[in-house]
């Protein structure tokens, strides 16, 4: 098993034993999503992906799914 497939595993595993929050979990994901950034060839594509990633706060996430809550399962795609 590679190091980061193990660290993301333990994470995962860290967050369901403490019983975390929502918001736990989102900020989990995220900081998955910032060290497959880092992997990136050029920095100003690792800047890039950087920037996206943390765009998006979870009080941001939140108010764009209640507008939307069929968004993320695609419930609302015709």
């Not at 190091?3 to 595993?13: F, G, P, V």
């Not at 989990?28 to 998006?56: A, K, M, W």
Request: charged share 30%.
């Amino acid at each position: 098993m590679t190091k980061r497939r193990l660290t993301t595993c333990l994470a995962i595993i860290a967050l369901a034993c403490a019983g975390c929050s929502y918001q736990a979990w989102y900020e989990g994901f995220r900081e998955h999503e910032r060290r497959q950034c880092y992997e990136l060839t050029s920095p100003g594509e690792v800047r890039q992906c950087l920037d996206q990633i943390n765009s998006l706060s979870y009080e941001d996430y939140l108010r764009a799914r209640e507008k939307n809550p069929d968004a993320e399962t695609g419930r609302g795609v015709q």
